[in-house]
């Protein structure tokens, strides 16, 4: 990807992903969005490590939405 795009491969990495997933037009805008999130620190760290913790730094609030609907601390 560098030797294509230079120092911008992890955004067209991004895009390319969400264009993978045009089967779901309307979530095309997030996907781009989000994979941005996660290939600027897979390129800059050179390590997919960081990735994997953005992504999974990124379901906290879902999980902790779910358990506290859940426990009926809300709703």
Do not use: C
Request: aromatic share 14%; proline share 5%.
């Amino acid at each position: 990807m560098q030797g294509v795009f230079g120092k911008y491969d992890w955004v067209a990495n991004a895009v390319l992903f969400g264009f993978y997933h045009l089967h779901k037009p309307w979530a095309l805008p997030s996907i781009i969005v989000s994979n941005l999130a996660y290939s600027w620190p897979a390129r800059r760290f050179r390590s997919n490590g960081m990735s994997i913790a953005v992504h999974g730094v990124e379901g906290l609030p879902t999980l902790v939405l779910v358990l506290a609907l859940i426990l009926g601390w809300i709703g």
